[in-house]
């Protein structure tokens, strides 16, 4: 007779772990995992979109500064005039395309204002050879019309009128011209 087969068998572990635990335990732990992480992915997902939102902002007004600054490119090369010919061109410019223009110029007086910074937009010699009205044998920049009020809406509503500001800085600017000429000679 043949000898009878060993069968071999396999014994199942029990349902419990290492520590114990059950597998309705273990899955009980892992959904509560699952819920910990979808609520913290919310979270993040909520930081991350208000991260997006604040990078849009930026993006945007990084955007606005680069065009701006494009705009001022092209102006700034023509600043101060030096000749009454920049003058006129410049008039026709405005006349063309106001806001190109007025834009950059009045962002190149914000920080010091008419008083303080007409010299970034007027050289001396044109300073020397205009005033406001046409007196003492000089020529009168308002009939430069464009440019004289474009130069007036740079100045803030004040006491005085925005003429009487614009001769005031004029008159610094010959000022100090005519200091640094005489502390020139006395130099010499």
Known sequence: MASPRKILRYSMQSNENEK????SDVLEELKKTTE???EENAVIRDQLNAVIQILADQTVLIKQLVKEKGELNPIRGQLPIKREEELVELEEKIKLNRDIYITPMKSILQPAGVLSGLNFILSKDIVLAYN???VQGKKALRTHKEFFAALLEFIPP???PPENTVRKAMQRMKK?????????????
């Open 20 to 23: 114990g635990k059950t597998c």
């Open 36 to 38: 910990t992480l979808k």
């Open 132 to 134: 406001v009205d046409a």
């Open 158 to 160: 004040g006491d005085e």
């Open 176 to 188: 100090r011209v005519f200091k640094k000429k005489c502390l020139a000679k006395n130099q010499e």
